[in-house]
């Protein structure tokens, strides 16, 4: 019996990137796993710089269940292959979070908390936790001339309230890269990493950009998720019949019809809407309305409005430069 077995690495545009987006929600959530090339697209992004007021998150430390302690340690990259995790890991998520240009990560009391979670950590070779990695198997093999197996990382990211409620969220995804999926070109930092010699280390490693696109993809997760959230306006005042709004995050469309959410002085924006309003005139974030189902003398200035189908990210580009060029690889075997 003979078989054949090809497999051949190209490089690639943004493309990979655009069909995993573009899949309809229900076949999105059950691809949580990206091998190789597909999981290589998200090692470096390129993100529109967009005109908008960022998104205050508080961005907690990473937690780390992969059972690999983390600490703070400066180390040339082949540490990383079989070391213990580099704290400047959460130096790097928050680096991902500024490049957005959607969120601010550095503010105490935000409008959503995040944190993301390191479930499974799985180095290419056998962690050594007193560094002595090459006397602890085959001592008489050079693990330096070796190539190195694929390394995997399970990351989640969960979304919960600040200052404006939400229902708690969360997201995960399992991230596997080889040696022949090494970007040559991960993601560039801030100048306060790029000077970090760390970051530098550990980027160009399997583990290292594994970690960095399992973090890219669960931002795109996180932003389609915050997609679904209505932005918020107020109402100015009421003079009869009109009532005049205003919003700071989203421009009115004439014709909308939206809902209407008291003000407590004490609990802020009410759970429940009270009624409804119709837009009747708009001039970008400020418009008049009339009511619709309640009547003016129920409402105040103050009083809150959902403005939905506003909030549209633009999806990022991927650029892949491959690091090591594998060559076809054929695999004959005979029974």
């Not at 899949?23 to 949580?32: C, E, I, K, M, R």
């Not at 983390?70 to 082949?78: L, P, T």
């Not at 409402?299 to 690091?323: C, M, N, R, Y």
Request: charged content about 20%; proline content about 8%.
């Amino acid at each position: 019996m003979f078989y054949e077995k090809t497999t051949t690495y190209h490089p690639f545009t943004f493309l990979w990137l655009l069909a995993i987006l573009l899949l309809p929600p229900a076949t999105q959530a059950s691809n949580h796993r990206l091998e190789f090339q597909k999981a290589a697209a998200f090692t470096h992004l390129q993100w529109p710089n967009i005109a908008s007021s960022p998104i205050s998150i508080k961005l907690n430390p990473l937690i780390n269940y992969s059972g690999i302690p983390m600490e703070e340690r400066q180390e040339k990259a082949e540490y990383y292959y079989h070391g213990k995790l580099p704290m400047a890991m959460n130096r790097i998520v928050r680096d991902a979070f500024r490049s957005t240009h959607l969120f601010n990560p550095d503010i105490s009391e935000a409008d959503y908390e995040v944190a993301l979670i390191i479930n499974r950590y799985q180095l290419p070779f056998k962690f050594a936790p007193d560094d002595i990695w090459w006397q602890k198997l085959h001592d008489e093999t050079d693990r330096f001339l070796q190539s190195p197996p694929p390394s995997l990382v399970e990351l989640s990211i969960k979304l919960s309230s600040g200052k404006k409620p939400i229902k708690s969220w969360i997201s995960t995804v399992e991230i596997i890269l080889s040696n022949c999926d090494l970007n040559a070109t991960p993601q560039p930092s801030t100048v306060h990493l790029n000077q970090d010699p760390t970051v530098s280390s550990y980027l160009s490693t399997t583990p290292g950009q594994s970690f960095l696109a399992a973090t890219n993809y669960l931002l795109l997760r996180l932003m389609e998720r915050l997609q679904q959230e209505p932005l918020l306006g107020q109402i100015d005042k009421i003079v009869e019949q009109e009532i005049y709004l205003h919003s700071e995050q989203a421009n009115f469309i004439q014709g909308n019809r939206l809902n209407v959410f008291y003000n407590h002085p004490q609990t802020g924006k009410a759970s429940l809407p009270s009624g409804q309003i119709k837009v009747v005139k708009a001039m970008q974030n400020r418009a008049i309305a009339y009511p619709v189902s309640l009547r003016t003398d129920h409402l105040k200035p103050g009083d809150w409005i959902e403005i939905f189908g506003q909030q549209v990210f633009t999806h990022p580009k991927s650029q892949f430069t491959p690091a090591n060029h594998c060559a076809e690889v054929d695999i004959a075997m005979n029974e």
